[in-house]
């Protein structure tokens, strides 16, 4: 069986790679070993003495790491939201760079066993770390239509999450309980009446769940303040993310480091006399060429940012 290697195509490989400013003696965090796409690209710029850690939530992920034979990586079965923790137990304090590829892998939308894809017929699951948590059909039989509604809504930003939310709790008052994710997807479709062109009417839904359950935006609010703690002066932050909620979770992070000229004006304290910012932006966000979109078109709407430590305490 592959395990997945050959097909997953690293996204902003090269650029998020580059953007680390990699010292060959340095150590290196991949947040989110996935298939080892970006990790084996920050092996093959470290020499004998660098080191690259990396972590993953997902059982599958863990493994594929496991076969990497190369006594300058290891890897921790962690969520990243336990990064100084996970590190700190291996006496790691600090590093010269972290990456953060955020969101699903195509390994994971692409097994129908994992239940992330209506592509395939699988058990709805959508979690990422499989030996844990509520998977998708056990908050679907339990939740109110209120809280459905609500997860719809804000997580996958979908116009008809009250229709939707209706359709699944009266289908499961009615005695049909979802188990698949082609059961979802065609409950969904025939609440939303107006579809947009070259979406799937189940899209939205899929992805609102997915990130409930694995509570992803707030793993990634507790994570990079987390990073900033880890880095050295001088040391990279890179993060690409997939979708707007979680830009603007890396947007707003970014800036609220760097930033002192938005205090209100009454503020007790001047600009001047706070501690100097801890991270300065890196450029501007950086998106995948026409040429990678057109040979992985799930490249289209990630986004990369930089930032990078400063001398600030």
């Known amino acids: 069986m592959s395990d997945g290697r050959l097909a997953h195509q690293p996204v902003l490989l090269h650029e998020a790679v580059t953007a680390l400013n990699i010292k060959p003696n340095g150590l290196y965090v991949d947040g989110t070993f996935g298939r080892g796409g970006h990790s084996r690209a920050i092996l093959e710029r470290l020499n004998k003495t660098g080191r690259l850690v990396a972590l993953d939530r997902d059982l599958s992920a863990v493994q594929v790491a496991q076969t990497l034979d ?3 990586f290891s890897i921790i079965h962690s969520p ?4 100084q923790t996970a590190l700190a137990e291996r006496n790691i304090s ?3 760079g972290v990456l953060l590829d955020i969101g699903v892998s195509s390994p994971q939308i692409d097994e129908a066993q994992r239940g992330f894809s209506f592509r395939g017929d699988g058990p709805l699951d959508m979690r990422m770390d499989q030996s844990r948590g509520q998977t998708a059909a056990e908050f679907l039989a339990t939740t109110t239509e209120q809280q459905l ?3 719809i809504k ?6 008809f999450a009250k229709q939707i939310a209706r359709a699944l709790v009266k289908a499961r008052t009615d005695g049909e309980l979802l188990h698949t994710t082609r059961q979802l997807a065609a409950l969904v479709a025939s609440a939303v009446h107006k579809v947009e062109p070259g979406q799937d009417p189940a899209t939205r839904t899929f992805q609102a769940l997915r990130i ?4 992803e935006l707030e793993e990634l609010s507790l994570t990079l303040p987390q990073c900033a703690n880890l880095l050295k002066h001088g040391g990279r932050l890179a993060v690409i993310s997939f979708h707007s909620l979680e830009d603007r979770i890396v947007k707003h992070f970014i800036r609220s480091e760097q930033d002192r000229d938005d205090l ?3 503020f007790p304290v001047r600009a001047a006399d706070l501690p100097p910012p801890r991270l300065m932006a890196i450029g501007k966000p950086i998106k995948p060429s026409a040429q990678e979109i057109k040979t992985n078109p799930r490249s289209r709407s990630a986004v990369l940012r930089v930032a990078e430590r400063t001398s600030a305490p």
């Open 70 to 72: 190369d006594a300058r």
């Open 80 to 83: 990243f939201s336990r990064i």
């Open 94 to 96: 600090q590093a010269d």
């Open 149 to 151: 509604q609500e997860v």
């Open 154 to 159: 804000n997580y996958g930003e979908e116009r």
């Open 212 to 215: 409930f359950l694995n509570q």
């Open 264 to 266: 209100p004006s009454n």
